[in-house]
């Protein structure tokens, strides 16, 4: 099994997440900016010091919306893809 390593901006950035995740991650991720995708990139990071798998990516981006929506200071995460479905689709 591949780990993908977040510990600094050359392993992972915005675009490599995009090509990196599938499925039901991949719309959601589709819909943040690079922004928005480099900070959570750098609080995976300090989350996943030794690195993440693809696999827990994906699941992460698919199924802990609350979690990142919260580290981009959103506290209602139906909120938070009411405004970015519009932003971003």
């Given at each position: 099994?591949?780990?993908?390593?977040?510990?600094?901006?050359n392993d992972l950035d915005a675009n490599g997440i995009r090509d990196m995740v599938w499925s039901g991650a991949l719309?959601?991720?589709?819909?943040?900016?690079?922004?928005?995708?480099?900070?959570?990139?750098?609080?995976?990071?300090?989350?996943?010091?030794?690195?993440?798998?693809?696999?827990?990516?994906?699941?992460?981006?698919?199924?802990?919306?609350?979690?990142?929506?919260?580290?981009?200071?959103?506290?209602?995460?139906?909120?938070?893809?009411?405004?970015?479905?519009?932003?971003?689709?």
């Amino acid at each position: 099994m591949a780990y993908i390593t977040v510990t600094t901006s050359n392993d992972l950035d915005a675009n490599g997440i995009r090509d990196m995740v599938w499925s039901g991650a991949l719309d959601r991720v589709k819909c943040l900016s690079d922004d928005e995708l480099n900070t959570i990139i750098g609080i995976l990071a300090e989350e996943y010091p030794d690195g993440i798998d693809e696999t827990e990516l994906n699941d992460f981006f698919w199924f802990e919306d609350d979690t990142y929506a919260g580290w981009l200071g959103w506290d209602d995460v139906e909120a938070f893809w009411e405004d970015h479905q519009e932003e971003y689709q």
